[in-house]
């Protein structure tokens, strides 16, 4: 055990000889923080669009007041003809081009049914589906008051009244499900780039030599790494789990405890992958390029931190079973938004744990000191 | 020029001799659009829904088959009051149909009716798109009882008229592709070159570079030109692969494509290069690759976060990430068929970031030397 303390002070030394390093497994998940929560939305909202106004009517200037008013909206351009409305939609400066037909405001009057025309780009389709559902809303609303102001309605009787509750997040903000997200993917990066760089930099130094003849244990070797990191991972969790909390307000209904110290286990996921890769690369080069094909971005890709795993295809599913973080980010949702405890995430926790273990026991039997 | 071609030869014989490195540059990407492009999208299907039938006539069971038949659902379960929140606590049901006792007898005597739908809302985005399911398809149905409404009922006022450019069937793939694209080219002109300058120095062979008769901008230039040669090769093969596999189609022309994609990789490789001339150690070097152009390209780029959404003050930064010019340009041209008239705007911003990074990266080289 003296052993490993040695090595862990010997590790410290160096993070502390490197200052840039130190600044930067603190500071930089701190503006990431910053920065990713307030990007991370998938709200949509300032939709740009762009109006072809042919009617010039005191109605169509209404509809438009009510697209500039709207805060899914903001109107880039109002425009003579649908002609002029293209360039905006091909330069990417307008999503939208609305088209008010001549003869519109009059049409109204008279209570003759219109028709306006939108076009969306639909090279981003999800950012068009969304905001041709919210201009539909609009108009369909707008024509429904206009209707009722024109001439009274009968209104309807009878029928099915759908009451919608939305549970653990009843005002939809993305913000709150993706920010416990951002806190687990930080925390991957900075600790998975700490330990893969731990051994292969020995390596490529040649002072793995000197501690191969030093009579340190090959498991002690591994823990004396990992320690030095771990602390500096558990002081970048409570960093950022503060911000989350006193920045961004997240609401945590569950257990702060059970939260931090399921962390733990993560880190022992992340640390563990982060060695393992270590000791398989022979230069750093190699684990920098294994850490980000192979392991980061599958992470990000398929782990449900952004795309739901519900929505892949049935042969892809099975592989996100694999991904230590898709285990993780069930459990920091879930303690955030739905409070629950252990009695519903052991499975997760269980998976967790189980996987840094494995990922740890390869790592120390793959750390052969002498092929090394 | 021809310093910066013997620099070139050389860092060309250490790539090939690490051939684990060389063939994951050049073939992992395009494997990877092939995985991604196909895992992902944000098509959504199949929520899982829980009934709670309390009624248990004909008119429920025709509720629970409309949404079932609908195409978005699917029945996963009978749940009563106990055991709903166990089963959105497990996230083992996406929505829930509570149907009320008397719901039948209720409809046919014209008297309005409660239906209540819970929506599991930790995915905000997902729970927004199966609220607007589940009300279509409740309007629908409460339709069919309603006085005044359906076929004999007058038309609304206002009707909308939707058609959608460039990408009519809205495939999620479409918007989706050009996004990987442009991040799988970051990182590997990043990660080629990140780790080159810093590993010279780190092992003590950066003093006879110094000693060399070289100057630091050749020094830089020769450093890219290989790697560059490698970043287009496997830029070019997920873009191949995309449009075999993907159905990615080619409305502009090939010659803009590869302006765009060789101003963006130049700008890669010299962010990599001056992160390297930074750092000290290859250590720093990979950690600050990581959050200067990793996360970056992934979330401030509008890959998939919508830049219009982002807050005003984060929105001036996205004008510091370059994939967010390229991805501009890379829409426009491959799906709009847009020419350089159009984006000149946005291929200038990346020639002048391109400048701007090799150009910091020989100064810093420059001073370091002396």
Do not use: C
Not at chain 1, 160 to 170: D, G, K, Q, T, Y
Not at chain 2, 49 to 63: I, K, M, N, Y
Not at chain 2, 347 to 367: E, T
Request: glycine residues 8%.
């Amino acid at each position: 055990m003296r052993r490993v303390g040695f090595l862990v002070w010997k590790e410290l030394l160096e993070l502390k000889a490197d200052p840039r390093l130190a600044a930067i497994v603190i500071v930089a998940p701190l503006i990431q923080l910053f920065m990713l929560g307030y990007a991370a939305t998938t709200d949509i909202r300032d939709v740009p669009v762009v109006i072809a106004d042919a009617d010039r009517s005191s109605t169509s200037r209404e509809l438009i007041a009510r697209f500039e008013a709207s805060p899914s909206f903001s109107v880039v351009a109002v425009v003579s003809g649908s002609n002029d409305a293209d360039p905006f939609l091909e330069r990417g400066t307008a999503w939208m081009a609305l088209s008010i037909p001549y003869g519109f405001g009059a049409g109204v009057h008279d209570r003759r049914p219109q028709t306006l025309q939108i076009v969306a780009d639909g090279s981003d389709a999800n950012s068009a589906t969304v905001s041709l559902g919210y201009a539909g809303n609009l108009i369909t609303v707008y024509g429904a008051e206009k209707s009722a102001a024109l001439r009274s309605a009968p209104a309807l009787r009878g029928g099915i009244e759908p009451r919608v509750r939305v549970w653990f997040n009843p005002r939809l903000e993305s913000r709150d499900f993706m920010i416990p997200g951002v806190v687990a993917l930080l925390l991957l990066v900075v600790t998975t780039n700490l330990s893969s760089m731990g051994i292969v930099r020995e390596k490529e130094l040649g002072t793995l030599e000197q501690l191969n003849v030093t009579p340190l244990r090959r498991w002690e070797l591994i823990v004396g790494k990992l320690l030095p990191y771990a602390l500096v991972g558990m002081l970048d969790v409570f960093l950022v789990i503060a911000v989350a909390l006193l920045w961004f307000q997240i609401p945590l209904r569950g257990s702060l405890w059970l939260l931090l110290a399921l962390t733990g286990v993560y880190l022992l996921s992340t640390l563990g992958l982060g060695l393992f890769v270590s000791t398989i690369s022979s230069t750093q080069q190699q684990a920098m390029m294994t850490t980000m094909f192979f392991f980061l971005t599958p992470m990000i890709y398929l782990s449900g931190f952004i795309f739901p795993i519900e929505n892949m295809p049935a042969v892809i599913q099975p592989l996100t079973y694999l991904i230590p973080l898709r285990y993780f980010l069930v459990i920091v949702r879930s303690i955030f938004l739905k409070g629950v405890g252990l009695e519903t995430l052991w499975p997760q926790a269980l998976a967790l744990a189980g996987w840094g273990v494995a990922i740890l026991g390869l790592a120390i039997a793959r750390s052969t000191k002498r092929t090394a | 020029m021809r310093k910066a071609l013997a620099v070139a030869r050389k860092e060309l014989r250490q790539i090939v001799r690490d051939r684990r490195t060389l063939m994951t540059l050049l073939f992992v990407p395009a494997f990877f659009l092939l995985l991604y492009g196909y895992a992902l999208n944000f098509d959504i299907r199949h929520v899982r829904l829980g009934v709670d039938d309390q009624d248990r006539t004909a008119e429920s069971r025709s509720v629970i088959s409309a949404f079932v038949n609908s195409g978005y659902f699917d029945l996963a379960a009978i749940v009563d009051d106990a055991s709903t929140q166990a089963l959105m606590n497990r996230n083992e049901v996406g929505a829930v149909v509570v149907i009320p006792r008397g719901l039948g007898r209720a409809l046919l005597t014209g008297a309005a009716t409660p239906v209540q739908v819970l929506i599991n809302g930790d995915n905000a985005n997902t729970a927004t798109t199966v609220m607007g399911y589940a009300l279509t398809i409740l309007q629908s149905e409460s339709a069919k009882y309603q006085e005044g409404a359906g076929a004999g009922g007058r038309p609304p006022l206002l009707t909308v008229e939707p058609r959608v450019w460039y990408n009519p069937q809205l495939r999620s793939t479409l918007f989706l592709v050009p996004g990987l694209i442009a991040y799988i080219a970051m990182i590997t002109a990043v990660v080629s070159t990140a780790l080159s300058v810093a590993r010279e120095k780190e092992r003590g062979t950066m003093e006879q570079v110094r000693m060399a008769p070289l100057d630091a901008a050749s020094f830089v230039v020769g450093k890219s030109i290989p790697y560059f040669i490698i970043s287009l090769i496997s830029a070019l093969g997920i873009i191949i692969v995309a449009m075999a596999l993907f159905e990615l189609p080619m409305r502009g022309s090939w010659s803009a494509l590869l302006l765009a994609l060789s101003l963006f990789l130049a700008g890669a490789l010299g962010l990599g290069l001056l992160i390297s001339s930074i750092s000290e150690s290859q250590q720093v070097a990979f950690q600050l690759a990581l959050l200067a152009s990793f996360l970056p390209t992934l979330m401030l780029s509008g890959f998939i976060f919508p830049i219009a959404s982002m807050p005003a003050a984060l929105r001036a930064v996205t004008y510091a990430v370059p994939a967010r010019y390229f991805l501009i340009a890379l829409r426009g041209i491959v799906l709009k068929g847009a020419g350089l008239q159009t984006f000149w705007v946005e291929l200038a911003a990346l020639a002048v970031y391109a400048a701007l990074m090799l150009g910091l990266a020989s100064i810093r080289l420059r001073r370091q030397w002396q």
